[in-house]
């Protein structure tokens, strides 16, 4: 199992903009649609990924607990499913609804949004202020699969708390650890 970290995007970077299919629904989606009135967390997954696989339950209680809040959640899949066909639209919408997900799960099958992010594994947190400001990218927290420690989301939950109370977050985040983002060959 790789270990490949985030490329860690500049704090401040606006929220690229996107245009995808979201594979739960017969909807395309852009940023602008899902951000939230607080702000917007986008999470890049896959449905194969062990990381991905260690934290998705974690993932989904943040969602419910925080979209009542004001918090605009999307999840977006970027493998080249031609090399990767575990992660294919059709069963993207199987691990959704397998996973009880009440947030968007969009396809990038040209990848061209995670370039847009600088996205590297699986998973890896985008967190955006009301303004659309990137306030915090990285782990969700220091669990690991086979490492011991409890999934917990205490790096992502204390981010997610200073974009809706109003918090100071701190600049000092680690980055996530996962999956690469399986690239086509031709990119």
């Known amino acids: 199992m790789a270990r490949t970290p985030s490329n860690m995007l500049p704090l401040g970077t606006i929220a690229p903009e996107f245009y995808l299919k979201d594979t739960n629904s017969a909807y395309s989606y852009s940023f602008a649609d899902l951000k939230g009135k607080k702000g917007t967390l ?4 896959c449905n194969h990924c062990p990381f991905v696989h260690h934290v998705i339950e974690e993932v989904v209680r943040i969602a419910n607990d925080y979209r ?4 605009g959640i999307v999840a977006i899949s970027s493998n080249d499913v031609t090399a990767y066909p575990q992660d294919a639209p059709e069963l993207m919408q199987d691990f959704a609804l397998g996973h009880h997900f009440e947030f968007p799960y969009l ?6 949004v995670a370039k847009a992010y600088d996205a590297a594994c699986t998973p890896d947190f985008y967190l955006f202020d009301n ?3 990137l306030v915090y990218r990285g782990q969700l927290d220091d669990s690991r ?6 999934v917990s989301g205490s790096d992502l939950r204390s981010a997610i708390d200073g974009v809706i109370y109003n918090r ?3 600049a000092e985040q680690k980055p996530s650890i996962g999956c690469n983002i399986k690239w086509k060959l031709n990119s």
């Open 131 to 133: 303004l659309d400001k």
């Open 42 to 45: 986008v999470m890049f997954i």
């Open 68 to 71: 009542v809040q004001g918090l």
């Open 145 to 150: 699969p086979g490492n011991g420690i409890p």
């Open 168 to 170: 100071s977050i701190n």
């Open 107 to 112: 396809y990038d099958e040209t990848q061209e």
